[in-house]
């Protein structure tokens, strides 16, 4: 039972670099989202998707980009990383059509960047 | 705008003790409420839920009562173990979308 799998779980860059940030969900789920979790600020949402080529932006979606080509995966994109951009990234994905406002959030395990 | 408001931790007890956790929130509708808890190193996952006024969630010992007349759903449970520090994260979602407002967690530490 795999739920929502995130890759990498740690990864180092240079300011500058870009990368992508993989999250895949098993459970066919039509929401997904990426959040940011900094040290006393809680979590912050980034970018989310309620379904297979729709996509909007959250609280903090600059300098990333997202897209959502299958129901299973949703990838984010870190265009040109920046220090701001250290943080510990969790993928979250829910179930819409039966509980939009009660359903769970099953999040991944985390995906710890380090920008230089 | 919604929000929601935690006490501030660290939190820490003695194996045993009791354990209330402040959860406030402030929402224009009829908000769903929710606790969370992320163990070191993991993620966020569910812990309990109320999804109407007067509603008790509970789950592996914790309770939380959704007072609308207060706008509090406060943690608590009657005797805690080592296992369960970690942070624990208050939120509350509304019927007319699918995010989560969420409160800046508390992190709970519990001494043998």
């Known amino acids: 039972n795999a739920g929502v799998t995130q890759t990498p779980k740690f990864q180092v860059l240079k300011t500058g670099q870009s990368m992508t940030l993989q999250c895949a969900q098993d459970?066919?789920?039509?929401?997904m989202s990426w959040y940011r979790q900094d040290p006393g600020m809680g979590l912050r949402l980034i970018h989310y998707?309620?379904?297979?080529?729709?996509?909007d932006q959250g609280e903090v979606p600059n300098g990333y980009n997202v897209s959502r080509s299958t129901t299973e995966d949703f990838p984010l994109r870190l265009l040109s990383a920046a220090p701001s951009q250290t943080s510990v990234y969790f993928c979250?994905?829910?179930?819409?059509?039966?509980?939009?406002?009660?359903?769970?959030?099953?999040f991944g395990e985390g995906s710890r960047l380090t920008v230089l | 705008g919604d929000s929601v408001t935690q006490m501030e931790g660290p939190v820490t007890l003695s194996e045993e003790a009791f354990l209330t956790i402040n959860c406030t929130y402030t929402?224009?509708?009829?908000?769903?409420l929710f606790w969370y808890v992320q163990y070191p190193g993991e993620g966020l996952q569910l812990l309990l839920k109320?999804?109407?006024a007067d509603d008790k969630g509970s789950n592996k010992g914790f309770e939380a009562t959704y007072r609308k007349e207060t706008t509090s759903f406060h943690l608590e449970k009657g005797s805690v173990q080592v296992s369960d520090s970690a942070v624990y994260f208050c939120?509350?979602?509304?019927?007319?979308?699918?995010?989560?407002?969420w409160g800046a967690g508390t992190k709970l530490i519990i001494k043998p």
């Open positions: 939120a509350l979602t509304m019927d007319s979308n699918y995010q989560l407002i």
């Open positions: 109320a999804t109407k």
């Open positions: 998707s309620v379904g297979a080529g729709i996509t």
């Open positions: 929402a224009t509708g009829y908000p769903s």
């Open positions: 979250a994905s829910r179930r819409t059509r039966d509980m939009p406002h009660t359903g769970e959030l099953f």
């Open positions: 459970m066919n789920h039509e929401y």
